[in-house]
């Protein structure tokens, strides 16, 4: 794909967006931008990815003329695939692709795709440091945070790539093909996105779809949907949580086991891979210790942005929970909690967009307090939380009401958890 000379429209800046225009601009193309948000703030973004100089942009809504004086329109991964700009560009045979595809595009190195509802970030993590511990050179990229687009151009020929894929990024795809896929689960999530269940599972399996004989796809025996797919697939077939499945290491769990059969794949010897799992100590922002106060312990776990995030994070907790959720919320079933919340959750703080569908579904269960802002409810539950207690972030929700990311909930959170 000859990128140079090209007028290449970018939908949506954020981080992918602002990766997106410097690849384009390395490659002696034209980026331009396209973005709904106020003109404020997309200023001060392209001034911060060092592009005020080098990008023509346009904000605080998307127009025709600008959209169709391109060559090819990139979508970021929070645009809708019915989005306006994308009409209009299919409208005018213009093409159309996702930040994923067109990495692909330009990458010749091995792909371990990894995607899921739940652990995803951490089962990339885990692989990508077991690769790097067994001698291999590896690069950690993707939903994880640090965009592929921003990386194909530097790698090495002996690379693998690591990448976390999310089902946005996903469902814009349509010739990209990891050697390694592997499918950790698929629970309610995005609902607010996807029209439902089906379609969203669809998006998923699209990591599958170009994989041939040559290649391995990972999956989980316990989810029914994501077992059946042998059936349909072309690529080697390989299931964690199996039945029978013996565990090498004694603290191995879902996250453990998919990353344990990745690393097979590339002949990595156990006793590396055991070592890795015992020094592992988790990602930020996921099951996060924070700190101890008064004999309190304070835990982050804002990247739980669903209800299974939420039950997890119950699950893991050994002392009665103070829990803060809420945020904007995704369509989900809050109720399936229910059972869990009544055993571990002694009182609940919510916030955010969402917090009227939550005290809905736990009122009757359990004591509910609504807070203003996050700095808030981290003040009501100290006062709630005696000595022996937890007082947990898991939000079941995504951030955008309040904050840009859960990255940024998460530190903010840290921030008032460390100021009392």
Known sequence: MDIRGKRIIIIGLGLSGASLAKFVLRLG??????????????????????????????????????????????????????????????????????EIELAWFFCRNPIVAITGSNGKTTVSTLIHAILEKSGKKACLCGNIGSPFIGHVLDLSSEEIVVLEVSSFQLESTSTFRPHVSVLLNCTQNHLDRHNDMEEYFLAKTQIFKNQDVDDFAILNFNDEKTRNLKSQLKAKVSYFNGPHEQKSYAGENLNFLAARKVAHVFGVPDDVINKVFQDFRGVEHRLEWVRTLDKVDFINDSKATTAEAGQWALRAMQRPVVMICGGRDKNIDFSVLSEIVIEKVKFMIIIGEARKKIKKAFASLIDIEEADSLCDAVKKAKQKAEQGDCVLLSPMCTSFDMFKNFEERGKVFKEIVNQL
Do not use: M, Y
Request: hydrophobic share 40%.
């Open 29 to 98: 193309g034209e980026p331009r931008i396209s973005d709904s948000a106020p003109k404020e703030i997309i200023a001060e973004t392209i001034c911060a990815a060092g592009l005020e100089s080098q990008v023509k942009w346009e904000a605080d809504a998307h127009t025709k003329d600008f959209i169709l004086d391109s060559d090819a329109v990139v979508i970021s991964p929070g645009v809708r695939r019915d989005a306006l700009p994308i009409q209009w560009a299919k409208e005018n045979n213009i093409p159309v692709l996702g």
